[in-house]
């Protein structure tokens, strides 16, 4: 049964950092590329960040380039999300996304989610 679980959220003052973790179970974790979604209230699913299974290259959204960055560690089936100069706009709650054949910005391109971990930035 694969398994990915999120954690690191909480919540946080405009223009702190977080950095989130996800940690995978039941995968071939090295095959896949992972992402990083986020979902604010009434809003849809939104891609945030991607990282091919080498961890070579990451890919971002427009409006958190330069202020996010996404990394992977193969050898413990981890991929977090560091986030800095968080806004109030960045409030969401994050999932971590995997199963991907390659780092891609659609939610269908990835078979498996993990619950999610709400991030609150505060003005």
């Known amino acids: 049964q694969v398994q990915l679980a999120e954690s690191g959220g909480g919540l946080v003052q405009a223009g702190g950092s977080l950095t989130l973790s996800c940690a995978g179970s039941?995968?071939?974790?090295?095959?896949?590329?992972m992402g990083w979604f986020r979902q604010a209230p009434g809003k849809e699913r939104e891609f945030v960040a991607a990282?091919?299974?080498?961890?070579?290259?990451?890919y971002f959204t427009d409006s958190v380039k330069g202020r996010f960055t996404i990394s992977r560690d193969n050898a413990k089936n981890m991929v977090y999300l560091q986030m800095s100069s968080l806004k109030p706009e960045d409030t969401a709650v994050y999932y971590c996304?995997?199963?991907?054949?390659?780092?891609?910005?659609?939610?269908?391109?990835?078979?498996?989610w993990g619950q999610g971990t709400q991030v609150t930035v505060s003005s």
């Open positions: 990282i091919s299974w080498s961890g070579g290259g990451g």
């Open positions: 039941g995968l071939t974790f090295s095959r896949y590329a």
């Open positions: 996304a995997g199963g991907g054949r390659g780092p891609a910005k659609e939610v269908s391109k990835y078979d498996y």
